[in-house]
């Protein structure tokens, strides 16, 4: 069964400190997707990056990076010198394969709430 | 490039009652999801079309919710009658058909329902 779990419900950091934000994942498919997503306070979802479960290459953007390892089904996000904009709920989601319909399935984490303080 | 639209953005109900919320998909995206977000919790999916098909409706309470997606376009979630823990937001989402599994979904603002 699918199982997105992000320990961390708040975190709160001082403008320009880095921080990561945790994701542990379950699934039994080999070929599965996982993604960051944020939700400022506005409420609209938006997407940050996706990886397939075949790339493992780690990657920075700009002040973004992403730690992903099979090994431990962990898919971190670390936030490099955090802004008061980097402000908003953070949510991990799974999404693979339902059977052979076709379709397939997103389940979101819980979601960890940042606050950068200035 | 037009994002996805949702309406109404608020709405106050009695329990009971019943409520429709609609949403506009970004143009040319075949897959639209309706979501439920309880607050302080991530989006739970209610139901996935594929063009105007169903691919999922596993975790929709279809003895009081209903989803349609006329003609593949826009599409509208009924809930009749609400209860206490239907208060939620109601997110929409689209993604285009390519990569399926893959592809990284587009937010509307989403709906939140307060059921009294």
């Known amino acids: 069964a699918q199982k997105v779990t992000q320990a961390q419900t708040e975190i709160s950091v001082v403008e320009k400190e880095d921080v990561t934000l945790d994701c542990v994942y379950e699934?039994?498919?080999?070929?599965?997707?996982l993604f960051w997503y944020k939700q400022p306070p506005s409420g609209e979802l938006v997407f940050l990056i996706r990886?397939?479960?075949?790339?493992?290459q780690n990657e920075i953007s700009g002040r973004y990076s992403w730690n992903f390892q099979k090994s431990t089904s962990s898919f971190n996000f670390t936030i490099t010198a955090s802004q008061v904009v980097d402000s908003a709920v953070y949510f991990c989601?799974?999404?693979?394969?339902?059977?052979?319909?076709?379709?397939?399935?997103?389940?979101f984490g819980a979601g960890t709430r940042l606050f950068v303080k200035a | 490039e037009a994002g996805v639209a949702q309406s109404p953005r608020y709405k106050i109900i009695e329990k009971r009652q019943s409520v429709a919320f609609w949403c506009n998909p970004i143009?040319?995206?075949?897959?639209l999801y309706w979501y439920q977000q309880i607050l302080g919790q991530g989006p739970k999916l209610l139901i996935q079309?594929?063009?105007?098909?169903?691919?999922?409706d596993s975790q929709l309470p279809k003895d009081r919710f209903s989803a349609e997606r006329l003609k593949g376009v826009d599409s509208t979630l009924k809930i009749q009658p609400a209860k206490l823990e239907d208060s939620a937001v109601y997110l929409c989402?689209?993604?285009?058909?390519?990569?399926?599994?893959?592809?990284?979904?587009?937010f509307g603002p989403g709906t939140r329902l307060t059921v009294l």
């Open positions: 989601a799974l999404s693979e394969a339902i059977g052979y319909t076709g379709g397939f399935k997103t389940i």
């Open positions: 143009s040319g995206h075949a897959t």
């Open positions: 699934t039994r498919d080999t070929t599965y997707y």
């Open positions: 990886r397939n479960s075949f790339d493992e």
């Open positions: 989402a689209s993604s285009s058909e390519i990569r399926r599994v893959g592809n990284e979904q587009f």
């Open positions: 079309f594929q063009n105007n098909g169903v691919v999922d």
